[in-house]
């Protein structure tokens, strides 16, 4: 069953400047954020599946969701687990996110007087000012109750919790990335060579010819 739509607020913004500011603003910060996803896909997998890396660029946001949770999926054992919970609670977050980001991304602005007459005939203006609106393209005119709407507070609260998911996602991605350049200093140069030719084996860029320059055969070992 749909959601009964929130009642306008009565009193909007006093101009459409400052709605057209807010809604750049928060896309700004979305775009942030999936720039933000993007990194984490790539620092999980770029290594191994570059193409995968170069598709996730090109894809749509819902191919981009189903990749990086696959992402996680496999290689999500590089993560504490407190860093895949908050980066699996921010993804989340941010899915919920996504239809609000579209009512900012596609809506207009419109400054309408919404008035109600009551039984008495005495007529009340319920609502005034601009605000953030379906388009008209949706069907008819906008009465109290359309499908959404917005004001800077609502646009700047989504854009809040957009920086707040980021961050997150940021800080969790820092920890695992720091840890892992730890870890590869204390094993020293000649153990990231030989990683580095590992993953030159598992994306064939080393030809097979080439291995026994490199590894002694197994009888040997």
Same mark, same amino acid.
């Given at each position: 069953?749909?959601?009964?739509?929130?009642?306008?607020?009565?009193?909007?913004? *006093?101009? !459409? +400047?400052? %709605?057209?500011?807010?809604?750049?603003?928060?896309?700004?910060?979305? &775009?942030? @954020?999936?720039?933000?996803?993007?990194?984490?896909?790539?620092?999980?997998?770029?290594?191994?599946?570059?193409?995968?890396?170069?598709?996730?660029?090109?894809?749509?946001?819902?191919?981009?969701?189903?990749?990086?949770?696959?992402?996680?999926?496999?290689?999500?054992?590089?993560?504490l687990e407190d860093e895949r919970? *908050?980066? !699996? +609670?921010? %993804?989340?977050?941010?899915?919920?996110?996504?239809?609000?980001?579209? &009512?900012? @991304?596609?809506?207009?602005?419109?400054?309408?007087?919404?008035?109600?007459?009551?039984?008495?005939?005495?007529?009340?203006?319920?609502?005034?000012?601009?605000?953030?609106?379906?388009?008209?393209?949706?069907?008819?005119?906008?009465?109290?109750?359309?499908?959404?709407h917005h004001t800077t507070a609502?646009?700047?609260?989504?854009?809040?919790?957009?920086?707040?998911?980021?961050?997150?996602?940021?800080?969790?991605?820092?920890?695992?990335?720091?840890?892992?350049?730890?870890?590869?200093?204390?094993?020293?140069?000649?153990?990231?060579?030989?990683?580095?030719?590992?993953?030159?084996?598992?994306?064939?860029?080393?030809?097979?010819?080439?291995?026994?320059?490199?590894?002694?055969?197994?009888?040997?070992?």
């Amino acid at each position: 069953m749909a959601k009964k739509p929130k009642v306008m607020p009565a009193k909007g913004e *006093e101009s !459409a +400047a400052v %709605i057209y500011a807010a809604v750049g603003s928060a896309i700004s910060w979305w &775009e942030a @954020a999936e720039d933000a996803l993007m990194d984490l896909f790539g620092i999980l997998c770029k290594d191994v599946e570059t193409i995968a890396y170069k598709t996730y660029v090109k894809a749509s946001r819902a191919a981009r969701a189903s990749m990086l949770d696959m992402a996680i999926e496999t290689y999500g054992h590089r993560m504490l687990e407190d860093e895949r919970s *908050e980066i !699996a +609670a921010a %993804i989340s977050r941010l899915k919920k996110l996504s239809t609000v980001r579209n &009512e900012i @991304a596609h809506g207009y602005v419109s400054e309408p007087t919404i008035s109600e007459t009551d039984a008495d005939g005495v007529t009340t203006i319920v609502a005034e000012g601009c605000y953030l609106l379906p388009a008209l393209s949706e069907g008819g005119w906008q009465e109290r109750t359309p499908r959404f709407h917005h004001t800077t507070a609502s646009i700047l609260a989504f854009e809040e919790d957009v920086r707040d998911q980021r961050w997150t996602i940021i800080q969790a991605k820092t920890r695992m990335m720091l840890r892992e350049q730890r870890d590869d200093q204390k094993t020293g140069s000649e153990w990231y060579m030989q990683r580095r030719m590992a993953l030159d084996i598992v994306t064939r860029r080393l030809p097979a010819a080439e291995y026994s320059r490199y590894f002694k055969p197994m009888a040997e070992w």
